[in-house]
């Protein structure tokens, strides 16, 4: 009895494609490469049917899984929600990082957890797309609204998966509504927060929110040179010189206090 031949899928985009003869992806048309074993010196071997495939692909030809080499992966601690035992994978890996990208995720709560690499490779990716459209329109920038008093609530400081101390909490680009718990070994996000954050930046939220940043500095430093030339001005007719001094010295303390705050 013959067995009708097994579909060959798609490197790029995972489509199936039963003829065998084909050489273009009857989905996205890209070009299928042939079956076999590719350049070793550029090589991703499937994590799921063991098949090498070449370097850059995103899906393995053979079975049509993800492509993903988690070599690299430490062993990944417990949810920082959950306590239990977070689920190691990876992102395909590119040309940038062959290996893949590692990452993991909760199986219970849907957290999932980037460790510092991986998350800077995905927001850069976002944000080359939001350089991609050009001028960043305020009103179309996709933010988290915020439920009412959720910033006044007591913080519940959690714990990182890598290293165990407390993260910090923080609201994602300043402006983005979305609350993550990040730490120098990596960020933690709660279920559909990553596409929420990645929706944001893809949208300009990183460009709009350094714009009001840059914005804010310069208007924080120019009412600190005001009142600055105020006080200056006001020594000299009312105050005796050693609180003049003393009244200068705190103005241009606070004026330095701001610039670092907004650097």
């Given amino acids: 009895m013959q067995h009708p031949a097994r579909p060959r899928y798609?490197?790029?985009?995972?489509?199936?494609?039963?003829?065998?003869?084909?050489?273009?992806?009857?989905?996205?048309?890209?070009?299928?490469?042939?079956?076999?074993?590719?350049?070793?010196?550029?090589?991703?071997?499937?994590?799921?049917?063991?098949?090498?495939?070449?370097?850059?692909?995103?899906f393995c030809c053979a079975c049509g899984e993800a492509l993903a080499s988690l070599q690299d992966?430490?062993?990944?601690?417990?949810?920082?929600?959950?306590?239990i035992a977070?689920?190691?994978?990876?992102?395909?890996?590119?040309?940038?990082?062959p290996s893949g990208h590692p990452l993991a995720s909760c199986e219970r709560c849907g957290g999932v957890w980037l460790p510092a690499p991986t998350r800077q490779a995905l927001i850069d990716d976002a944000a080359r797309a939001a350089a991609a459209r050009g001028d960043v329109v305020?009103?179309?920038?996709?933010?988290?609204?915020?439920p009412t008093g959720t910033l006044t609530q007591a913080v519940k400081y959690r714990r990182?998966?890598?290293?165990?101390?407390?993260?910090a909490r923080k609201n994602f680009g300043g402006c983005s509504g979305v609350l993550v718990d990040e730490c120098r070994c990596g960020t933690f996000f709660d279920a559909g927060e990553l596409e929420d954050t990645l929706a944001f930046v893809r949208s300009g939220g990183l460009q709009l929110a350094r714009k009001r940043a840059d914005e804010e500095r310069t208007r924080a430093m120019?009412?600190?040179?005001?009142?600055?030339?105020?006080?200056?001005?006001?020594?000299?007719?009312?105050?005796?010189?050693?609180q003049a001094d003393l009244s200068l010295s705190l103005v241009g303390w606070l004026g330095r206090w701001i610039a670092r705050a907004f650097s």
Wanted: charged fraction near 10%.
């Fill in 138 to 146: 305020a009103s179309e920038v996709v933010r988290r609204q915020l």
């Fill in 86 to 97: 977070l689920c190691g994978w990876g992102l395909a890996p590119t040309a940038a990082r």
């Fill in 73 to 83: 992966l430490p062993a990944p601690g417990p949810c920082p929600h959950c306590q």
């Fill in 222 to 242: 120019r009412l600190a040179e005001s009142a600055a030339m105020s006080a200056q001005a006001h020594s000299h007719t009312s105050w005796p010189p050693a």
């Fill in 10 to 58: 798609c490197p790029t985009c995972g489509g199936p494609n039963p003829s065998p003869t084909a050489i273009a992806c009857r989905f996205c048309d890209g070009p299928l490469v042939a079956l076999g074993q590719p350049d070793p010196r550029d090589t991703v071997v499937c994590s799921s049917c063991h098949s090498a495939m070449p370097g850059g692909a995103t």
């Fill in 160 to 167: 990182c998966p890598s290293c165990a101390q407390p993260m």
